[in-house]
């Protein structure tokens, strides 16, 4: 396994203890200021084990791992920063197809039923076959978009 060693500068220290001390900042901002802070080797602190940081901040042994491999290789900075998510999501929903929900929703409800339901258009939408797959929270957001509600 590769051991990753923290070295931090007095200027990362102390930037490192101003977010812990103060300011506003997610809880993944400060899990890593402490695992950092704990982590480094350099002489401004004394080294504690991954066992004994792993205990106290209630985190994995893999996380701490983590965190020194991505202070090695990517930097101070990034380190502290969530990376912007990579997944792309493909439009279920189109004008046109929008255009025919909202068709739908206008519409006279199913017999048995007093009005639609956002998992009655879903289902009737891919029963039409306007879509080859719709979930009821697309139809929520598409209907809360154009500003039109299924109680009216």
């Known amino acids: 396994m590769i051991r990753y060693t923290v070295k931090l500068l007095k200027s990362e220290v102390d930037e490192l203890q101003a977010i812990i001390n103060k300011g ?6 400060f899990r890593v200021a402490y695992i950092l802070l704990n982590c480094d080797e350099g002489r401004h602190s004394e080294k504690v084990t991954n ?5 106290v901040l209630k985190v994995g042994m893999r996380t701490i ?4 491999k991505k202070f090695v290789d ?4 990034t380190v502290l920063e969530r ?24 519409s006279a409800p199913p017999k048995g039923f ?8 879903a289902d009737k ?3 039409l076959k306007y879509v080859e797959s719709l979930s009821h929270v697309t139809v929520r957001s598409v ?3 154009m500003n039109l509600s299924l109680g009216e």
């Not at 506003?24 to 901002?29: E, F, G, K, V, Y």
């Not at 990517?74 to 900075?77: A, I, L, M, T, V």
């Not at 912007?84 to 206008?106: F, H, I, N, S």
């Not at 007093?114 to 258009?121: F, K």
């Open 83 to 106: 990376r912007p998510t990579q997944r792309v999501y493909e439009a279920k929903m189109d004008g046109d197809t929008e255009a025919r929900l909202v068709t739908l929703c206008c």
């Open 143 to 145: 209907l809360k978009k």
């Open 24 to 29: 506003s900042h997610t809880s993944q901002t």
């Open 125 to 127: 939408m891919v029963e």
């Open 51 to 55: 066992e004994q940081i792993s205990k």
């Open 65 to 68: 791992d983590r965190v020194k």
């Open 114 to 121: 007093a009005r639609w339901s956002l998992r009655l258009l």
């Open 74 to 77: 990517e930097g101070f900075e």
